[in-house]
Every structure is written in C-alpha cells, then in structure tokens.
C-alpha cells in the first residue's frame, strides 16, 4: 500500500490504456509502506537494514535475504554481511554458503544463470568455484591473531593499513594507498567498535583487499574481495550485524537506495541490488549525445504513478503516490507542475513509447546519474524510505511512547491523527546497536499524544512532509486521563493556572478533555508574577485545520475568567490553546499557554 491524498486519487479516477500499461509496470515493485508481509502479534519475522531486505518481489531478495535470516537463525555466532554489493558487470549474484562449527564461510560470485532461492547453509560448499567468478568471501571463526606484517600505510581507530611489496613497492604507490584509506576513514573507522586490520596485497589482476576484524577477541571475521579499491572500500564500509531490529525498537525507518543500470540501445536493464534483469519498454537511445529512456520505466523506478489523458495530449506522472506530481505534454515537450509550467523538454516517440532526455530526471526527480561514456551505461540512483514496526499494544497512557531505529535522529514528524500536525511530541536519542555507527545510526524514544478510543499515528518526511507510513493504536483512557497540556515555557514558570471545563449541558469534566452537544465553557483563575492580566487570547483549531484568527476576552482583577467556545465549523473534535495577554511578552508577543480538547458530538 502506498500513501496518498484522498483528494487528488479521486481526481486521478480515469484510467487509460497507458495507464493500465503503466501499473503492470509498477505492480512488479510497488511496496508496501507499513505492512511488508504482513506481522502478527506471534509473527518471529527478521527485520534487517534495508540494505538486507530489500523490500520487493526480485530475486535478490530470495538469494540474499534469505541467507540473512539463516545466519540469524542458525550461526553459532552474530552474522554480518555487507548490505552493499560490488559491482558484477551484468550478471546475476550467485551464493555458496556453510555453517561451520564457529561461524560460517559464504562466497558471492558472478553467474550467466539466476540463482535458485536462498541459501539452505549446507555443512560443505557445492563444488569448488573458478576464482575468475568470485567477487568476495566472507567468513566467521574462532579468533586466531592477525597478520601484521608488511607495509605499514596507516592507523586510526584501532585499525590498522598495510601492504605488501607488490602492492605498495614504490613511493608512489604507497602514498596512493595511504591517501585512500586516510581519505575513506576520514570520519570513522569501518565496522564500529571493532578492531581490524585492513590488507592490500599483490598487483594488477592478482590484487587483492582484505579486510580482518574482531571485536572481543573470541571471533574473527574477515572479508575478502578481488574487486576495485572502490568496490571494496563501499561494501566494507556497509557490513552490518545480522539482528532482529524489531527486537531491538518498535519501528525500523531508515533510506533505501535502489539502482538500475541502462545500456544504449539494450532493452534489458540490470537491477544490481535486486539481483534481476527487467525488460524495458524501449531501448534507451542516443541523439545529438544525449541519452533519452522511456518515460514509463522511470516512472516504474520512481514507483510513482502514470496515466495518458488523450484530450489533454498529456502525460500525468508522480513519484511515490502523487508526490512531484508531473504533466507532460508529448506533442510540445512542456512539463508542467500545478498548472504552472517549469520546463521543456524534447520528446522522441518509438513505437507509441515516449522517450525523453536523461536530464529529464535529474531537473525534475531529483534523480542520481552516472554516465559512463565508454560503455554507453546509464546508472540511475533512487533514494526512499524504508519502514516497519512490531505489533503494537493498546495505549494505556496520555502520551503514548515508542522506540525507533533511525539515521541522525527524528529528521521526521510524527503526529495523532486526530490532533493533527500541531500536536505535540518529544523525543530522546540513545545509542544503536553494536556494529551501527553512532555518528549515523540512533534510536529514539519518541512520546506523542493520545486521545481516548481509536487513534492514528502518522510519521513524515520532515523535508517534503510526505506520508511515510501509518499505524492504529487504539487507548484505553477516561477523559480524566487527558491532561491540560500547558506550554512548559520559561516565560510562566510562575504562573499558576486553575481551569475547569463544563458542557452544555451543565457537566464538569475532570480534566483537559470536555464531550459537548453545543459549546463548552472554560472557567478559570490564574496568578503571576510580572505580568497584568487583564485579558487572554485564544485560538482552536480541527485535526489538519489551521488555528482561527486570535480572541481576546476580559480577566478579572482577582484573576478570574470565564470563556464560552462554540466553534462555527459544527461536530468535530477541538483543539483550543490560551494564549498570554497583548503586549506581555515583548516583539513577537504571542506564546501558548495551555491546550485542551472539546469533542463536539
């Protein structure tokens, strides 16, 4: 299930010839927000960075997903694997693995042929691979002391660099391979809070990277691979625990990369992290040495949403639901965003597929290339979010709280359904699990209101304010357990606020919650120090609404106030917020005070 606004799905009804293309397109990948196979209060689902998941139909996801959740089940010992994988140049990853009685031994290797489903962990390897095909080895076992002799290039963090003579037997050499490693652990060591010991031996094709680590002195780990530098630096720098997030935190919300890498003139693109090959709608082609890709597999990538409106001559396209929604008129080339147009591109028609530039992308997805000249190759980056959670428990607290594995702390929102994006909510960092880099992984301990009966949380995209996913808490509160939620500033530290609140029909509430047929009436006193409170304001607002103009009424000389709300917009639940008195707090003279909740029946 993606997310999407209601409004503009009903907009969206008509669907055309191109866009039932278009979704046998993009019902190969369309991922599920919250639910990726659905859990269950029993369910003992491993849940890994994305970079294991990969949460799709492909067959990467059978090969090495599968061999993740294995090792969790069955190694003596904690696994990691790399949630990146070197380059294979068009050809499918192949695994060979076993268990041994201290750790395990995998190998990846290149195949002409798709792999069959996972791995079973057998006690020995198949048969013996031809070294030309294998792009690493990774293997666990009893700890035995590195070898430390030979060059040394560099050391930080309790890892140490070297190279033998043929890798670094002249200055020049040396210096570039100490240039790569103090470059690449500029910011941190590769695997956290481990010890390792990183070698460079042989030359030309015989080269080969090593990399040595243990973290108590009772299991090596060790990874191998005949690759480029480049490839090796990035997979080494990806090897991640293999543990059970969900164990750990309620939700898992991290970025997921994806890739697809287009040939000129081929009409099967290659899905590195997936593991498959996938037909494309037309062969990318070159005019005047620009690249042009059919419009409906970026769409695919994008897992966004296309349909052709034959009166309009116009292509509607988005990305990820109707997020950047598009339109793109095929005779002109216009693109247009809210009926505004921002660009023109030139079109290329074959065979009733349009085809537009690759620059197309970058100015209006957002999208990372890389263009290799050589071999005509188009690499196309795609960056979302991946998210899940355990089942979650019946709310039984005003403020309902709950864990979550994340990248640098909240660069989201969170927010109750019913109170809206103005709700409050509050976090507390605490460090990740051991093998996630604390400069870049963290969980937090997030706290966000509750109303009783039937709530929705709702996290966002802090930097688009697109919906990432929802969940249903349902709380078992009273009235009385909803609190009057006062603003916490500095400013009312000796401030002394009694307020009561009565429905229509004479009834007094126990606390910052009120059910009325009609209005409700807020009756209060208040006492301070520095201020004159001669009036305050107010304001209310419904869930996604926005805050009516300010309403000043009278306080009292002893501090005493009565208020009567009746909002205009009729039944729906209130939020209503009192705020201080003109002119008390200085320039920008407007702060709330306290919150509370009408429901108007």
Same mark, same amino acid.
């Given at each position: 299930m993606i997310l999407f606004n209601k409004e503009r799905t009903k907009r969206r009804l008509v669907i055309t010839l191109a866009a039932v293309i278009a979704t046998c397109f993009l019902s190969m990948n369309v991922v599920a927000a919250v639910d990726i196979d659905k859990l269950s209060a029993d369910s003992e689902r491993v849940v890994l960075d994305p970079g294991f998941v990969y949460p799709s139909s492909f067959d990467y996801k059978r090969v090495f997903m599968t061999l993740a959740n294995e090792l969790y089940k069955k190694s003596p010992v904690t696994a990691y694997l790399p949630t990146r994988l070197p380059n294979s140049d068009w050809h499918y990853y192949g695994l060979q693995s076993k268990l041994l009685s201290d750790g395990y031994e995998i190998y990846a290797y290149k195949t002409e042929q798709l792999p069959p489903d996972g791995s079973d962990l057998p006690s020995a390897l198949e048969q013996e691979l031809d070294p030309s095909v294998v792009l690493f080895k990774i293997k666990a076992e009893a700890?035995?002391?590195?070898?430390?002799?030979?060059?040394?290039?560099?050391?930080?963090?309790?890892?140490?660099?070297?190279?033998?003579?043929?890798?670094?037997?002249?200055? %020049?050499?040396?210096?570039?391979?100490?240039?790569?490693?103090?470059?690449?652990?500029?910011?941190?060591?590769?695997?956290?809070?481990?010890?390792?010991?990183?070698?460079?031996?042989?030359?030309?094709?015989?080269?080969?990277?090593?990399?040595?680590?243990?973290?108590?002195?009772?299991?090596?780990?060790?990874?191998?691979?005949?690759?480029?530098?480049?490839?090796?630096?990035?997979?080494?720098?990806?090897?991640?625990?293999?543990?059970?997030?969900?164990?750990?935190?309620?939700?898992?919300?991290?970025?997921?990369?994806?890739?697809?890498?287009?040939?000129?003139?081929?009409?099967?693109?290659?899905? %590195?992290?997936?593991?498959?090959?996938?037909?494309?709608?037309?062969?990318?082609?070159?005019?005047?040495?620009?690249?042009?890709?059919?419009?409906?597999?970026?769409?695919?990538?994008?897992q966004g949403h296309m349909h052709y409106v034959q009166e309009e001559h116009a292509v509607y396209l988005s990305q990820n639901g109707f997020y950047n929604e598009l339109k793109l008129d095929i005779r002109t080339g216009v693109v247009s965003k809210k009926n505004v147009r921002i660009a023109k591109v030139p079109i290329h028609v074959v065979e009733g597929r349009t085809l537009v530039p690759i620059r197309f992308l970058t100015e209006q997805f957002g999208l990372n290339l890389d263009y290799d000249q050589a071999s005509r190759t188009v690499s196309i980056n795609y960056s979302k979010w991946f998210t899940n959670y355990r089942t979650f428990e019946q709310a039984i607290t005003a403020d309902y709280p709950f864990t979550i594995f994340s990248i640098g702390g909240p660069s989201f929102h969170y927010e109750n359904s019913r109170i809206g994006s103005g709700g409050a909510w509050s976090y507390e960092n605490t460090r990740p699990p051991q093998g996630y880099n604390g400069l870049k992984y963290t969980i937090y301990k997030v706290s966000i209101p509750i109303l009783p009966g039937d709530n929705e949380i709702i996290y966002r995209d802090a930097s688009t304010d697109r919906i990432i996913a929802t969940f249903p808490i349902s709380a078992d509160l009273s009235p009385a357990d909803i609190p009057f939620r006062y603003s916490g500033s500095p400013v009312y530290d000796t401030l002394k606020m009694d307020i009561k609140l009565k429905a229509s029909d004479g009834e007094i509430w126990p606390s910052g919650y009120v059910e009325t047929d009609s209005y409700a009436d807020i009756n209060g006193a208040i006492q301070s120090e520095g201020f004159n409170y001669e009036s305050l304001r107010v304001t209310y607002r419904q869930a996604d609404g926005v805050d009516s103009k300010l309403e000043s009424f009278q306080v009292s000389e002893d501090g005493k106030f009565s208020y009567r709300f009746k909002p205009i917009q009729g039944p729906g639940t209130y939020f209503v917020t009192l705020y201080n008195p003109p002119s008390s707090i200085g320039i920008f003279d407007i702060a709330s005070i306290v919150t509370f909740v009408v429901i108007v029946k």
């Open positions: 700890y035995n002391a590195p070898d430390k002799s030979g060059i040394a290039l560099y050391e930080k963090d309790n890892w140490t660099f070297i190279a033998d003579q043929p890798a670094a037997g002249t200055i %020049p050499e040396k210096e570039q391979l100490t240039r790569i490693f103090t470059d690449t652990t500029k910011f941190s060591a590769p695997i956290p809070g481990a010890e390792g010991v990183v070698s460079v031996t042989g030359s030309g094709v015989n080269r080969k990277y090593t990399a040595y680590w243990t973290f108590d002195e009772k299991v090596s780990y060790s990874f191998e691979s005949k690759s480029s530098i480049n490839d090796f630096k990035s997979v080494l720098y990806s090897f991640r625990p293999v543990i059970n997030l969900l164990d750990v935190v309620d939700i898992v919300l991290l970025p997921y990369e994806t890739q697809i890498n287009l040939q000129v003139d081929r009409k099967e693109a290659f899905l %590195p992290t997936e593991n498959m090959f996938y037909t494309l709608s037309s062969k990318p082609i070159m005019i005047e040495d620009s690249v042009f890709l059919p419009v409906v597999d970026i769409v695919w990538l994008t």
